[in-house]
């Protein structure tokens, strides 16, 4: 059946908002219509003829409102396949009325939750019969016409207007496409909302006008110790430190600094306290502000100088007790224990009209994975910065240069639309703190297509940079190392990281992170 005409029209929404122009064409049109409870009564005060469900199936609506449309009469008529004469005669025989099209506007679910509404409040708002129908009307869209989200109104009612209440085919099949995108988004929140459940709003988003809500078992990563509310942008925060401190996790004490998702300053040391102010050395300006972490125990010596420090967030596996009555003197600092790195699947942001996924990129270089296409191989203590500098290059925003010295964060260049000019800001800023970089090592997150960085490189004193390699003209850079005495390591693996402002299936458990 190319093309049908709509003689019948089932309507049950939630709001009415948009419904009036389709409902005065459709009884221009002498559409008969069915409907239910609130949605029979405003077509009703609208002075049009409308047969209530009930007169239909021969039961009120019951349980509050739970089962309304839930009947064989309601179903049938929307799914019976007009070409199948045994579906035609059960259809006579039980007197199904014929539906040719469904209306439907489901219950407000995520807005519910993201206003948050109580438990009780929120299982009410799952639709049952409005699902339904829109599942039966977009299966059977060989036959029925599918109007399943008010953004679907002016495409539906223009081409009402346009056929005189014909539609073909495709048309109709699109409506189900749309329907079944609805569906399944749906269907979505509320699986979201019961494995992810702990929702709650927050004062705002990354900007005081935007609306921000966290869904996410937060409980189960951290113990907040002290401190405000946490915000949108003090998440997006925590979750860089807590990915870049995943890389360290079983390494000697370590210390980092974040701010913007970026670290200012991370370094390895024999204690905590050391790690701590060799970090806040890399760029004691951008810390302010910042977001902290260590990987090990905090204690009262490193606590002192932590609270020298204007700091949003502090975050470690564990305080002592002075240490910790030293930070909670600043009421507003937000205290976190690290009780587990978060388990991630996937990472999901929005694009044009859709969304992009990917896998998490999960791989940390290591010394199995290097190359050695240079004819100088790095030192073990160089191999050892040349991974360390890696390492924080994967969680830095692209195009990044890093440099380190004595498992030492130097200085990065991040986010920049050209790594010459990452590495420039680099060296920059290192200068700018008084470094030496003469023996440090650089990395870069991603292969280098003409040797000026090297060579830039190399005149500040640099010895050693680490790379994955790839490029077509990667045997210029290994040739100006090779004329230059530079060691240069291939790790074979890029890590770019363009944007960080995407959705983050933060805090679930679905695969075990390696």
């Not at 002192?304 to 002592?320: A, G, Y």
């Not at 791989?363 to 191999?383: A, E, F, G, R």
Request: proline letters at 3%; one cysteine or more.
């Amino acid at each position: 059946m190319n093309e049908i005409e709509i003689k019948s029209a089932l309507i049950s929404v939630f709001s009415k908002q948009g419904l009036k122009p389709i409902v005065e064409e459709l009884v221009k049109n002498k559409v008969k219509l069915y409907s239910t409870g609130g949605t029979h009564k405003y077509i009703s005060e609208l002075g049009y003829d409308v047969i209530e469900v009930e007169n239909i199936t021969d039961y009120p609506s019951i349980f509050g409102g739970r089962v309304k449309t839930l009947h064989p009469k309601i179903f049938g008529g929307i799914l019976y396949r007009r070409n199948n004469e045994n579906d035609i005669e059960e259809k006579e025989k039980f007197k199904i009325p014929s539906i040719d099209m469904v209306i439907v506007d489901l219950y407000p679910f995520s807005e519910t939750v993201k206003n948050g509404g109580h438990e009780t409040e929120i299982i009410e708002k799952i639709d049952i019969g409005g699902i339904a129908l829109i599942r039966a009307a977009a299966k059977n869209f060989r036959n029925v016409v599918c109007v399943s989200t008010v953004k679907d109104y002016e495409p539906f009612l223009e081409l009402f207007l346009k056929n005189n209440g014909v539609f073909n085919l495709e048309e109709r099949k699109q409506f189900a496409k749309s329907a079944f995108e609805t569906s399944s988004s749906y269907d979505t929140s509320i699986f979201n909302y019961f494995n992810i459940n702990e929702n709650f709003n927050l004062r705002y988003g990354e900007n005081p006008h935007q609306d921000g809500i966290f869904s996410g078992k937060i409980n189960e990563i951290f113990t907040k110790l002290h401190g405000k509310e946490l915000s949108y942008n003090n998440l997006l925060d925590i979750d860089a430190a807590v990915d870049l401190m995943f890389e360290f996790k079983e390494d000697k004490p370590t210390f980092a600094i974040l701010k913007h998702n970026n670290a200012c300053g991370i370094s390895i040391r024999n204690n905590i306290k050391e790690a701590y102010d060799c970090a806040l050395a890399a760029d004691p300006v951008s810390a302010f502000g910042g977001i902290l972490i260590s990987n090990s125990l905090i204690n009262r010596e490193a606590a002192e100088s932590i609270n020298s420090l204007f700091c949003e967030v502090v975050i470690s596996p564990n305080f002592d007790d002075e240490a910790l009555q030293i930070l909670k003197g600043k009421k507003n600092r937000i205290i976190l224990k690290l009780n587990t790195y978060p388990k991630k699947d996937r990472l999901i942001r929005t694009c044009l009209n859709g969304s992009l996924i990917q896998t998490i990129d999960n791989i940390t270089d290591s010394k199995k994975m290097l190359s050695y296409p240079t004819d100088i191989n790095p030192n073990d203590k160089q191999i050892e910065d040349l991974l360390f500098a890696s390492k924080i290059s994967k969680n830095t925003k692209s195009n990044t240069i890093v440099l380190v010295k004595n498992k030492q964060l130097l200085a990065s260049g991040t986010g920049q639309t050209s790594r010459i000019d990452a590495l420039n800001q680099a060296i920059e800023k290192a200068e700018k703190f008084g470094f030496d970089l003469n023996d440090a090592c650089m990395a870069s997150d991603a292969f280098f297509p003409f040797p000026d960085c090297v060579e830039i490189a190399h005149k500040k004193g640099i010895k050693s940079i680490i790379q994955p390699g790839g490029s077509i003209k990667d045997n210029l850079s290994i040739e100006y190392c090779n004329n230059n005495n530079l060691a240069m390591v291939f790790t074979g693996v890029r890590h770019f990281k363009h944007w960080y402002w995407f959705i983050v299936f933060l805090f679930i458990d679905l695969h075990n992170r390696p």
